[in-house]
Structure formats: C-alpha cells, structure tokens
C-alpha cells in the first residue's frame, strides 16, 4: 500500500511539473473544463468530451516526458531528436484536432438549438 501511495505522490509530482511548466497543458486544461461546462449547460452526454479531453491531456504529458528525454539524451541538435520531438508534437496535434471534432459534432447542433439558431 505504501508503494501504490509514493507511485501516486509521483504521479502527482510529473502533474504540477508538467502544469507549471507547460504552458499548452494549461490552454487544453482550460479548453476542456469550458467543453464540459458547455456539455452540462446544455444537458448532453459529457463521457464523448471527458473521453476526448482525458485523450489530449494525457498525450500532452507524455509528450512532456518525451520532450524531457530527448533534451537528456540529444542536448544539441541531432535529426533524431528533432524526430522524436516533432512526432510526439503531432500526437497531440491529432488528437487535439479529433477532439474539437468531438466538441463540434457533441455541442454544436445543441448549442445552436439552446440559442434559438437552428
Ligand atoms: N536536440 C534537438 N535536435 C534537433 N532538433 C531539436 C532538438 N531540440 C528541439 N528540436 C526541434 O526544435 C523545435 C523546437 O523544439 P522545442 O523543444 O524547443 O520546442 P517545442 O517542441 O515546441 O516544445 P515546447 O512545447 O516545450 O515549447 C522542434 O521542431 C524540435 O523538434
């Protein structure tokens, strides 16, 4: 129990690191606390967004990790590292991309019913 309890506290370390630190991790967090305020206001189904948010921010932490350990092993430039990071950039792209499709597909048409607008 006492390691399942240090595993979470460093959990939790890597989190306020990575939330101190990253400045995108804030702007997604903040997108996604919006989208589900929306979802709530509108009265629809918020596991599509809590799905879709959980998905970016999560690769945005281990885009994090990746970005730290790239530095670690490649502190000048090498074609590789460059790879590496830039692969891992385009994973939250993708789903960040996929997640405002989410958004629109989830709370738009609801949205624009709410607004007297469809
Ligand atoms: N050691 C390296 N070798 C080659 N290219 C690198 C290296 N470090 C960074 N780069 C490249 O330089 C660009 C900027 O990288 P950098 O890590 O500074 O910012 P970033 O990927 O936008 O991350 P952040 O979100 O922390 O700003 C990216 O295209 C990245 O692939």
């Given at each position: 129990?006492?390691?399942?309890?240090a595993s979470f506290g460093f959990a939790l370390e890597?989190?306020?690191y990575?939330?101190?630190?990253q400045r995108n991790l804030r702007v997604q967090g903040l997108f996604a606390l919006l989208a589900l305020g929306l979802a709530f206001?509108?009265?629809?189904d918020p596991v599509?967004?809590?799905?879709?948010?959980?998905l970016v921010l999560s690769l945005e932490l281990v885009n994090t990790a990746l970005e730290a350990?790239?530095?670690?092993?490649?502190?000048?430039?090498?074609?590789?590292?460059?790879?590496?990071?830039?692969?891992?950039?385009?994973?939250v792209l993708?789903?960040?991309?996929?997640?405002l499709l989410v958004g629109?597909?989830?709370?738009l048409p609801p949205l624009l019913g709410r607004l007297g607008l469809s």
């Open positions: 129990m006492k390691g399942v309890l890597g989190l306020r990575a939330w101190r630190e206001w509108l009265r629809v599509p967004i809590l799905l879709a948010s959980g350990l790239t530095d670690l092993a490649a502190p000048t430039y090498h074609p590789l590292a460059k790879r590496a990071k830039d692969t891992a950039a385009a994973s993708l789903a960040s991309l996929f997640a629109l597909f989830h709370l």
